[in-house]
């Protein structure tokens, strides 16, 4: 059963402190991504990585960096978190893109259940 | 730039109707499309994915149709009953980034009375 793992489901962080959001998929998937869910926002896109050590901006990595070291997990870093960061964090994974592949890449997105995080 | 809306952003059902959901985006020039279920606090659960090339996707009592000229898309859920209460969301791939990105919509939020 296809499974992604955030390791917190609630954080309470204070402002300026260092935040480590992680995400673990078993399912050998090239694609990780990192999104924030705010209400009336919908899903927005911080990071994705398409493989080990590779890093793509999003449509809103400011103030969040990434790391892939290891093809099953991908780490999400609030450098020094603010109140604006609270939100719901999800992780997701799928496997790798290939437009040659056609209608036989079906490049499902699978999520984690999210970390809702609170900076105060 | 790609858009995605979906309407109605509420609905409201007694048990056993079926019903429809809707989700309008601005550029055909997609990938494919996904619709997920999201329950509240938790992660998404894809339900249906249809791949550009494909007009509709069925599994269960969900069909999802897909009119990519038309920047359409349609989720129809019959014979509704409580556990299907949850928020439905829209997504697509679009072509020019290269099948990497995904936008979503910002949901319809379903409430089916038992």
């Known amino acids: 059963d296809v499974k992604v793992t955030q390791s917190s489901r609630y954080l309470v962080k204070r402002t300026g402190e260092k935040v480590f959001l992680e995400c673990v998929q078993d399912?050998?998937?090239?694609?990780m991504f990192w999104y924030r869910q705010d209400p009336g926002l919908g899903l927005r896109l911080i990071y994705f990585?398409?493989?080990?050590?590779?890093?793509e901006k999003g449509d809103i990595p400011e103030g969040y960096s990434v790391s892939r070291e290891k093809k099953e997990r991908f780490s999400l870093i609030l450098e020094s978190a603010s109140t604006n960061q609270t939100s719901m964090y999800l992780c997701?994974?799928?496997?790798?893109?290939?437009?040659?592949?056609?209608?036989?890449?079906?490049?499902?997105?699978?999520f984690g259940a999210g970390t809702r995080l609170s900076v105060l | 730039k790609q858009e995605v809306t979906q309407i109605p952003a509420a609905l409201s059902v007694p048990e056993g109707e079926n019903l429809v959901l809707n989700c309008s985006f601005t550029?055909?020039?997609?990938?494919?499309l996904q619709w997920f279920r999201q329950d509240p606090g938790k992660g998404l659960t894809s339900l249906l994915l249809?791949?550009?090339?494909?007009r509709e996707q069925t599994s269960g009592r969900l069909n999802a149709s897909l009119d990519k000229s038309s920047g359409r898309s349609t989720l129809y859920i019959a014979a509704s009953q409580p556990g299907d209460s949850a928020t439905y969301l829209c997504?697509?791939?679009?072509?020019?980034?290269?099948?990497?990105?995904?936008?979503f919509g910002a949901g319809t939020r379903l409430f089916v009375k038992a």
């Open positions: 997504a697509v791939r679009p072509l020019i980034s290269g099948g990497f990105k995904t936008i």
């Open positions: 997701a994974s799928s496997t790798r893109t290939s437009v040659a592949l056609g209608a036989s890449d079906k490049n499902i997105q699978y």
């Open positions: 550029d055909s020039a997609i990938y494919n």
């Open positions: 399912m050998d998937h090239e694609n």
């Open positions: 990585s398409y493989d080990v050590k590779m890093k």
């Open positions: 249809i791949q550009s090339s494909q």
